[in-house]
């Protein structure tokens, strides 16, 4: 989509114009327009509620063929975050396709905020509005119609054009991260999905990407990890991405990411209905890696590293077995109480790895974890857990920033207890709370003094609830890349 800028947005010749308003109808007079628009509808058609809109007949009072009046909710101090929404919820219900419109402007005289939030939160809203997986249809009909050009009248466009700049490359990168995780497993797999990484870095100056392939993995001894590629034909795969944009010696922000690019459950099999959405499971994995581009793509200055342990959870007579015992990179001894309880067990061993590797002042893991997590938090809201207040806080504000949704939740001793083994160090399972102890469980792999925090997001990742806030329908989400860089930059 090609960004372009106006000073007046009467003059402005699109397909369509959006004219913002608050609720109540706020924000209307503030148009030189608005008087002829309001001549347009009758009272109680348009209050303005957020998500919105009205289409309104051709008036002469602007340049646009049409006008389309874009409800933003009730005006607060964030009416850039408002519009942005607002848009993303045009871009991706159905008028852009319906009308095919290329040429979309958007008015802002009765924006007031600052105009490079402004941008950014337009071209986020715009770019993930927009996004739709269409790409494995082989009739064109059933691809859908993309704007191709959005102008951003009656703002400061030096300004705009920053916020812009920095909301392409985010919305860029969840867009990424989204297209992995829509993908089939049977097209996204252990190597095509180390490929793409390897392929991302080229496109990206100073971000490097390095593969550890099995026989290195055997190397480092990760026991856990291999032993749920066990069942695999694939090899299994270590994604590693750095980037030095911060002072030279400076230790690293570490992103480690569940890269399960299927699971079957192992041993342990998933029901049919439940096994038909794990092309979703290496969501964290997806994001770790797209979150690291958006940050070298920024320039942002700050080193950061990405660390994805990729493979399926398969059956075979190789498969690992309920009630094996593995051996961790750490030298911990985990009994197999569940083969279905796999991410953290590829996510133990990727932790050791990036501890002893890199010496990470903050590391946060990512994953689509339990299914307990959406039971306690519905398929919106992130599960948080941290063993620094901190590091919590710095999440729950990156989260805020980008309008996503988080939770911090307990990892109490009391529950540690449950994943004691009588034959091993510990069980890969806790009982319930599911999410808790599968933190608890993770917790056990971070080394004395290091600042850690965990990230459920199996609900999250993949929202198929009629949701306009994560901007996406029966679809990835791409979450969290954009809480993500929003914590290495302010962190």
């Known amino acids: 989509m090609q960004f372009s800028y106006a000073d007046n947005s009467a003059t402005v010749k699109a397909d369509a ?30 209050e303005g509620k957020a998500g919105s809109t009205l289409m309104l007949h051709k008036s002469d009072a602007v340049a646009a063929d ?6 933003l909710g009730k005006k607060d101090k964030d009416g850039a975050s408002q519009l942005g929404e607002a848009l993303a919820g045009f871009f991706r219900n159905g008028a852009i396709h319906s009308y095919k419109l290329k040429h ?82 049977n097209r996204i797999n252990p190597a095509t999905l180390a490929k793409f990484a390897q392929d991302m870095v080229k496109k990206v100056p100073g971000l490097k ?38 002072k030279q010696g400076e230790k690293p922000i570490a992103y480690v990411g569940k890269g399960l690019c299927f699971d079957s459950g192992g041993y342990d099999i998933k029901p049919a209905q439940g096994m038909l959405g794990m092309k979703m499971d290496m969501g964290g994995g997806a994001a770790t890696i797209c979150a690291l581009g958006a940050i070298a793509k920024l320039k942002l200055k700050v080193n950061a590293v990405g660390v994805v342990p990729a493979t399926e ?19 911990q001894t985990i009994e197999i109480g569940n083969t279905d309880a796999e991410g953290r067990l590829i996510l133990c061993d990727a932790l050791t790895y990036t501890q002893q590797k890199f010496k990470p002042r903050v590391v946060v893991d990512m994953a689509t974890l339990t299914g307990a997590q959406v039971v306690a938090l519905g398929g919106k809201v992130v599960g948080l857990m941290s063993n620094d207040d901190k590091v919590a806080k710095g999440l729950e504000a990156a989260f805020k920033a980008v309008h996503e949704e988080v939770w911090r939740l307990p990892l109490p001793e009391f529950y540690d207890k449950q994943l004691d083994s009588t034959i091993a160090d510990m069980q890969n399972i806790g009982g319930n709370p599911g999410t808790v102890t599968a933190g608890l469980f993770l917790q056990r792999f971070i080394d004395k003094g290091q600042k850690w925090a965990h990230l459920d997001i199996a609900g999250p990742a993949m929202n198929d609830a009629d949701g306009w806030r994560l901007w996406a329908k029966k679809s990835a989400t791409g979450t969290p890349v954009r809480p993500l860089v929003e914590f290495a930059e302010k962190f």
């Open 104 to 185: 979309v402007a958007v008015a802002l005289e009765a924006v007031h905020d600052d105009a490079q939030a402004i941008g950014r939160w337009c071209a986020e809203g715009a770019l993930l509005g927009d996004y739709h997986f269409d790409v494995l249809f082989s009739k064109k009909d059933k691809k859908k119609h993309h704007a191709s050009k959005l102008t951003l009248a009656g703002g400061k466009a030096a300004e705009l054009k920053k916020g812009v700049a920095y909301g392409e490359v985010t919305a860029e990168y969840t867009a990424h991260a989204r297209d992995l995780v829509n993908e089939p497993s």
């Open 313 to 331: 959870n398969l059956i075979s007579g190789k498969a690992y077995h309920p009630g094996s015992v593995l051996t961790s990179m750490s030298g």
């Open 66 to 71: 049409r006008v389309f009046l874009l409800g």
């Open 209 to 246: 990407c390095t593969i550890l392939h099995k026989p290195e993995i055997e190397k480092l001894k990760m026991g856990a990890f291999l032993g749920v590629n066990a069942g695999s034909d694939i090899p299994a795969h270590l994604i590693v991405l750095e980037w030095k944009g911060g």
């Open 17 to 46: 114009l959006l004219v913002p308003v608050f609720e109540g109808g706020k924000g209307l007079k503030e148009y030189a327009y608005g008087d002829k628009l309001a001549k347009l509808f009758s009272k109680g058609d348009f």
